[in-house]
């Protein structure tokens, strides 16, 4: 079984610090976008699958603190706490979410209504977001040119550039995580 990527464009169209306000910040898509399976691409993101193709030269730094909705719910579930009313949307059990967390797998997030109200998706590993200038000097670091990329990332990086070009410098990124 393969490693593949969740990868999602964010915006930030506000005027503050960007990425600073969950307000301002939205996805280009209503879905990660499909990246073709390439293990050179993903060690120079993250060091995943890497095999000697040289070490990221940015570590993988987590979800971000201010995320879009999209990428909220898809990166967490909501904790459903015994007794309580259900929401239409995917949920995990407390315990389960207890149990994961305690195993190293998934991560607690505070929900606007109560602590520890999402729980990260204990399939998803190695979270992290790069802005334009980061994936460039990324894929530089291993040697990693546009004629090698998948297409689907040519894109990705091509609306990046269109973003920073309406928004402003730093109010496009890219948030992403694997799974096996």
Do not use: C
Not at 138 to 165: C, G, Q, S, W
């Amino acid at each position: 079984m393969g490693t593949d990527i969740h990868l999602y464009i964010e915006i930030d169209s506000g005027d503050q610090e960007p990425f600073s306000d969950d307000r301002f910040i939205d996805s280009f898509s209503d879905g990660d976008i499909y990246i073709s399976r390439d293990y050179p691409l993903f060690g120079a993101l993250a060091g995943v699958r890497h095999y000697g193709d040289g070490e990221s030269l940015i570590p993988p730094k987590g979800i971000p603190g201010f995320l879009s909705n999209e990428v909220n719910k898809e990166y967490f579930d909501y904790v459903f706490d015994e007794g309580e009313k259900y929401w239409n949307e995917d949920y995990t059990k407390r315990e389960h979410a207890e149990e994961y967390v305690k195993r190293g797998v998934s991560e607690y997030k505070d929900h606007h209504q109560k602590e520890k109200g999402w729980v990260s998706n204990p399939d998803w590993h190695t979270p992290s977001y790069l802005g334009i200038n980061e994936i460039r000097k990324a894929l530089n670091h291993v040697k990693l040119y546009d004629i090698n990329l998948p297409i689907e990332f040519k894109i990705v990086m091509t609306t990046l550039e269109a973003i920073e070009r309406e928004y402003g410098v730093g109010r496009s990124r890219i948030v992403f995580w694997f799974d096996n």
